[in-house]
Structures are given as C-alpha cells and as structure tokens.
C-alpha cells in the first residue's frame, strides 16, 4: 500500500508503446493533465489526507504545508539501486507540525521533526547528492539534512550571513548548486556558494532606485542549466506580501517587474504563495486563497490560469508548494491535506476562425497556447473528400499565434481541427483538440451582420 500511495506521486513511466497514440482532450483544460492509469499505480494521481494517513501512520498529519523540492530518488546512489530520471524524492515543509516529509524511495514516507530541527519550516531546496535545505524563519537559521543509510540526517546550520538571518523564508538552487534565501524580514535575497560560504547580499535596495520589501518566494534560472530552453540568467522573486513579482539579473537590477493589478482581472491572483520553473523558464505560482495556479512567461506575461475550488480531478484545497523536475515535465503541487502529481500539458484557447476584412477569401486562425507545443491545423473543405493541412506538428511557442489559410471556394461550411500536443513526457499520452467552422462570407452593411465564429469546446 505504501507503494501505491507514494509512487503515485513521485515517478511515472515514461514508456511509450510503439502504437500509442495520444488521447485526445476536447472539454477539459489540459495546462496540467494527469499521468494515465498505467503511470500511476491504481490510476492514483492525488495524495489525499486517507491515503497519507496509511504510510505515515500516527507520527504526523499534514498541516499547514508550504514549499516542496523535487530531486532524483535518493537511493540512486549505487549502481544497483540507479534507476531512471523521472523517479523522484520530494520533499516538504509541513509548517503545521514544525516537520517534514520525504520519501527516500518508493515504497517509504519519513519524517524529520519532533526533537529534531526545524521548528516552523517554510523554503526547502533539495541538491541532486541528496543535501536539503530548510528555511526556518521561527529559529532564524537554515538547517542542513544529509543522506545517511536511506535517511536524511541532521547536519548543521547554514553560516549566517555577516549581520545575522532575520527571517529566512525562501530557497533556490541553481544548477551549480549556489544557494539562493530570502530573508522576508531584512528586505534581501542572500546567495551562497556550493560549499555554504556566503557571497553576496542582493537589497535591501536595488540598482535604479528599486527595494525589495519582504521577499518570500524565490525560483533561479541560469545558463550552466541542463534541462533549460533557454539557458538564461535570472532571478524570479515574489514579494509585497504576495502582491508582486520580479526578474532579477545576477547583480539585482529589476528586468521585470509586474504587480497584481497589471494581471489580467478574470484571472487576477488574490495573492501569491511559492513557485518554480519549468524547462521553457516559464514561472509556475500557487494561489492558496483562490485555489489555482499561475502561470507566466519568462518575461512575466500572463499565459494561464489552472484549477478551481474543491474536491476532484483539476481542483485545489488551497494550494501552496509546488516543485517541477524540468526533465519530464512532472509537477508536484501540495495542498491542505494532501498533493497533486501532474504532468504539464499544453492548452488551446480563445481560437477563432475570421474572415480578413480587406482581403477577400483570406481565413484568420487565431489561438492562444498556454506552453510551447507540436501544433497541427487541419482543414476539411466543405463538400470535399480532401483536408488542407496548415500545418503538421510545427513547434510554436506560448502566446498568441496567427494561421492564414486562402479559402476555396465552396468552403463557407468548412471545419477546421486544432491539435496541440506538448513536448514532454504527456505528448505521447495526451492532446488538446479545438474544432472551428468557417463563418459564412461578411454580408453588406445593411444586412444582418455575421454570427461569430463557433468553438467547440468553449476554452
């Protein structure tokens, strides 16, 4: 049972038979699918409070979880025991109790906490040789955990910076493994070298007149990175009590900067907990109050919200820790009382099909991607036996895109069918499909003006 439980939300399989075709998603959101059935044992996709309850028995209960960190599985450390990349341990601050909780393999769940450190933990980064690190704002320090015999044991503190922690709150790693914290209560982003030595302060104050004030959340991306599209070098920082977000270049100059009344309204955030990165740098955020995730772009554009309110498939209790393995596209997001394993999916919205104003015959298709994706645009004449292909699983990236196509003539019932599959583990399982009609051709001004274009299904 404890495997079943665990490994639910800690690995997937990443085999794909060789007549696998993807399953085709038309009326649910797929910015985040669930992995199928055969990658989860029992198709269990969601750790709720009952299932935890079987393999941690009577030492703890999830409480007040905040941050998660993922890392290949811990015991990879002989070769017997090495298994693939996508088998993961996670790790989380359960605050609630003052512990944590890792799986150091499949088949275990343990707990660090009781007599031992940390007392209130928040931020936690995990290295890929094991080491954690836990923020503990309530004991001004920054606890070090080390594998031992398949467990993580104590192993000190983090040297304090020159003045002293006031209350270190977020971790970051990058891949060279510096060690990015937060201190919410100095205003300051402090940065380590591989080995724990302090080397740099970044705020209170900023270059170009710029403050930090109260930073929580923090996610690194640099270019040293194996699993990055992009390979650049920047810092994403959440502060003002949840209510903004900024990119940061190495030296603390603000690149980016965008509060919560620059989002857009239907999906604007209540406020903003923790957050990751994705292989593309996109910044994922949980929103506990509103129950959903965030999602944004490199440059801080709003690409997509995900989740609702309440129980079941696509909805949160309160979300708050999330972690990505950027490799496969595996997402992790904690919640009161349990967490959620998804894969990252790629979504098709607002798609539209309009005629050009000015250039008659000419067919506007445009959509909005929620991830970069394989996207393929099939059009089907009407009265014709042939389809029109606009294109063939052509890579395109997030945002908003545009395909013209010259219409024949006949083709006022013509359909068309848009499919985008991702670039992770899930394009080999699912896909999101949006079909349009071509409107009929625009009436003169005195007639009845044209219906809009129909989409099915409604994004």
């Known amino acids: 049972?404890?495997?079943?439980?665990?490994?639910?939300l800690c690995c997937c399989l990443c085999l794909t038979p060789a007549w696998a075709e993807p399953e085709l998603i038309e009326s649910k959101p797929t910015t985040l699918v669930y992995?199928?059935?055969?990658?989860t044992p029992f198709g269990i996709h969601r750790g709720t409070p009952e299932l935890l309850a079987l393999f941690i028995g009577q030492r703890t209960v999830l409480d007040h979880p905040e941050d998660l960190a993922c890392q290949l599985l811990l015991?990879?450390?002989s070769d017997q025991e090495a298994g693939p990349e996508f088998l993961l341990t996670i790790a989380g601050a359960n605050t609630g109790r003052g512990n944590l909780i890792y799986n150091?393999?499949?088949f275990h769940l343990e707990v660090i906490g009781g007599s031992q450190p940390p007392g209130a933990p928040t931020g936690v980064a995990l290295r890929a040789d094991g080491t954690l690190f836990v923020a503990d704002p309530a004991r001004r320090q920054i606890f070090i955990f080390t594998p031992k015999d398949r467990r993580l044991e104590p192993a000190g503190q983090l040297e304090a910076p020159p003045d002293g922690w006031n209350q270190p709150w977020g971790l970051a790693l990058d891949s060279q493994n510096r060690l990015y914290a937060t201190d919410r209560g100095l205003d300051r982003i402090v940065i380590y070298d591989p080995e724990g030595r302090w080397l740099e302060t970044l705020g209170p104050q900023l270059p170009a007149g710029e403050r930090l004030q109260g930073p929580t959340a923090i996610a690194v991306a640099d270019s040293r990175e194996t699993w990055s599209f992009y390979h650049d070098d920047y810092i994403f920082v959440c502060d003002r009590e949840g209510t903004r977000l900024?990119?940061?270049?190495?030296r603390g100059h603000v690149q980016r900067s965008l509060t919560l009344d620059q989002m857009?309204?239907?999906?604007r955030p209540h406020s903003l907990a923790w957050m990751d990165l994705d292989f593309y740098e996109n910044l994922w955020v949980t929103d506990p109050a509103l129950s959903r995730l965030h999602k944004f772009d490199r440059h801080l554009r709003y690409l997509a919200a995900f989740g609702e309110p309440g129980q079941g498939d696509g909805?949160?209790?309160h979300p708050t820790g999330i972690a990505i393995h950027r490799h496969f596209g595996q997402v992790f997001v904690a919640e009161a009382g349990g967490a959620h394993y998804f894969w990252i999916g790629a979504d098709i919205q607002q798609a539209r099909a309009t005629r050009h104003p000015a250039v008659p015959g000419l067919l506007e298709v445009t959509f909005w991607l929620t991830e970069p994706a394989w996207m393929t645009v099939i059009a089907q004449p009407d009265r014709s036996p042939k389809t029109v292909e606009l294109c063939r699983k052509q890579w395109l990236d997030s945002g908003a895109h545009l395909i013209p196509w010259r219409l024949p003539e006949a083709a006022r019932g013509a359909r068309l069918e848009l499919i985008a599959e991702a670039t992770y583990s899930s394009a080999s399982y699912f896909a999101k499909r949006v079909f349009l009609t071509v409107p009929p051709q625009e009436q003169p001004a005195d007639e009845q003006p044209p219906q809009p274009a129909t989409v099915s299904p409604s994004p």
Not at 1 to 8: C, F, G, H, P
Not at 264 to 267: K, L
């Open 1 to 8: 049972m404890r495997l079943l439980a665990w490994s639910a």
């Open 35 to 39: 992995p199928p059935f055969w990658h």
């Open 75 to 77: 015991t990879r450390g």
């Open 104 to 106: 150091p393999d499949l």
């Open 246 to 250: 900024l990119r940061l270049d190495p």
């Open 264 to 267: 857009p309204p239907e999906n």
């Open 315 to 317: 909805r949160f209790i």
